[in-house]
T-cell receptor, first 112, second 113 residues
Framework: KAGVTQTPRYLIKTRGQQVTLSCSPI?????VSWYQQTPGQGLQFLFE???????NKGNFPGRFSGRQFSNSRSEMNVSTLELGDSALYLC???????????FGSGTRLTVV | GESVGLHLPTLSVQEGDNSIINCAYS??????FIWYKQESGKGPQFIID?????DKRQGQRVTVLLNKTVKHLSLQIAATQPGDSAVYFC????????????FGTGTRLLVSP
């Protein structure tokens, strides 16, 4: 059974640009969550999608957005990148209903 | 508020010792807790979970204890091995009907041979 796949693994962007990250959940998992991990703030919840609907959102500015497709694949977008957006972005999928989450290896975003 | 805290940022142990990693949580509405292990360059990996109707759960070499009275979780690793070296996070799922993991800041476990 394939795990959670995140692409790309590494990304370097310039301040002011936008970026789109992709996540393919485990087959059959309908819940996809996104987290930002930085040394200073740890793992911070961004948002969670279930059946193409955003169910929950963390305390991030509107520059951070996401969506989920009918096949449960999810994308997150960050517009007008800032240096502070440099982080490891992690995606996790779950079957739902307070079951465990499986994480991908993440996308390492560096903003220069 | 939502916060899950860890008492020690770094724990150094000798190979073969037992390790105990502690975690405090603040939301009494949380009813499900998970311990994750994160190795360098990888995403968090599920180790063990426990629901609030239990106070202890055992896995292979790992045990999680839950004390709801003082809102405290611990992860015990028996016969710690160098391969156990990683950052360990506790996480709680808030009982809001929505799935949201709230993570602690992490404890780095260093195992010396």
């Amino acid at each position: 059974k394939a795990g959670v796949t995140q692409t790309p693994r590494y990304l370097i962007k310039t301040r002011g640009q936008q970026v789109t990250l992709s996540c393919s959940p485990i087959s059959g998992h309908r819940s996809v969550s996104w987290y930002q991990q930085t040394p200073g703030q740890g793992l911070q919840f961004l948002f969670e999608y279930f059946s193409e609907t955003q169910r929950n959102k963390g305390n991030f500015p509107g520059r951070f957005s996401g969506r989920q497709f009918s096949n449960s694949r999810s994308e997150m977008n960050v517009s007008t990148l800032e240096l502070g957006d440099s982080a490891l972005y992690l995606c996790a999928s779950s079957p739902g209903a307070r079951n465990g989450y499986t994480f991908g290896s993440g996308t390492r975003l560096t903003v220069v | 508020g939502e916060s899950v805290g860890l008492h020690l940022p770094t724990l150094s142990v000798q190979e073969g010792d037992n390790s105990i990693i502690n975690c405090a949580y603040s939301n009494s509405a949380s009813d499900y807790f998970i311990w994750y292990k994160q190795e360098s360059g990888k995403g968090p990996q599920f180790i063990i979970d426990i629901r609030s109707n239990m106070d202890k759960r055992q896995g292979q070499r790992v045990t999680v204890l839950l004390n709801k009275t003082v809102k405290h979780l611990s992860l015990q690793i028996a016969a710690t091995q160098p391969g156990d070296s990683a950052v360990y996070f506790c996480a709680e799922i808030l009982n809001t009907g929505f799935q949201k993991l709230v993570f602690g800041t992490g404890t780095r476990l260093l195992v010396s041979p």
